[in-house]
């Protein structure tokens, strides 16, 4: 919670970046509650929230997170993932994946990163294809967003084979 006031100035001044959110961070109220979460998570052991410093402009720049963390499958999901907008289409977000999918395959000796999205959300799903994940399918009328409108997801992924023999050395290219 003590990176709550690096933060909460994308809650107040960027709502949309929340648009296809199922939890809503927009306002202190809601970012406060989206925080506790992400503490819970880490307390449970199920979830690691990291905040995201970018050291080209010496700012915060947002914050991702490994969440449904199943040791015993070797599987994690990834994402939560949201910069603020100066942020967007810098290069960081591929920087911040390949560190996170490394310490997934490398350290954590996971077999499968799951990723999830909005199905609405075509920028959030050209940004994973685009550190190469691979489109699984959609599930129809998935989830229920707080206002209560049912959204579909799409299920994309990288196996561990596939980070091993393409995946890391494209990303590593593209962010050096």
Known sequence: MEDFDYLKNFSLNEPDLWIHSLQRADGLEKFEKYMQ????????????????????????????????????????????????????????NKNCKYLLLQLAFDEWQMKRVEFRASSENQRSINAMISIGCKVEGTLRDHLVAENGIRRSSIVLSILENEWRTSVKENLLNKIK
């Not at 410093?53 to 991702?64: H, P, V």
């Open 37 to 92: 979460t992400a503490v819970k998570g880490r307390l449970d052991q199920n979830a690691y929230a990291f905040i995201v410093f970018d050291k080209l402009t010496n700012q915060y720049a947002g914050s991702t997170r490994f969440y449904d963390i199943q040791p015993h499958h070797q599987s994690t999901q990834l994402g939560y993932t949201w910069y603020g907008k100066a942020f967007q289409g810098t290069g960081l």
